[in-house]
């Protein structure tokens, strides 16, 4: 026998009651994501009536503001309308999500529509990126550098940082219900 067959068997454990529901920070997380998905899906699919002079205009200040630094929002553009259609379908996921809250269930489901929030705005940077600017590089035209990045980098960034952190929270908590399921089992 080896050391390694005389090692002693782990104990049986039981899935904390914790890791079979979603942490606070998360479901508030969920709720100001699903909210603002909302909010931005709503802007770009109503344009041009939310844009730059239209009547609906005045509910989107800060987006008509962003829509200078980023054109992808101050115009139509089908990229932008696809996402925006993501983040509806989104908001649908989370809503359930939350409603699950407290189940195992909201916790997996939340786990999968957060890393489809993650990866949407990562998309959006390359799509982005890989134009050469093309929405964005107006402003580094004229010079406003601290613009550009404060004003179409930075809130940005909030989109991969935070989804990005629930991602990580929910993943260990189904690794520890994963791990923890065949002793269960057995």
Known sequence: MTSVDA??????????PRD??????VIVWLTISAIIQTYDACYVLLGPLSHAGGPLAGFWPGHVFYGTFDHRYGQFDAFGSAQSWANLVEVVFIVWALFHARKWSGVVVGLIVTTATFWKTVIYFLVEASSGLEMTRQSLERGDIVGFLMVAVLPNLFWIVFPLAVVIALGRQVLRVGRAAPRLAG
């Open 20 to 25: 079979l529901r979603m942490p606070t920070w």
């Open 7 to 16: 090692a002693p068997a782990p104990s049986p454990s039981t899935v904390e």
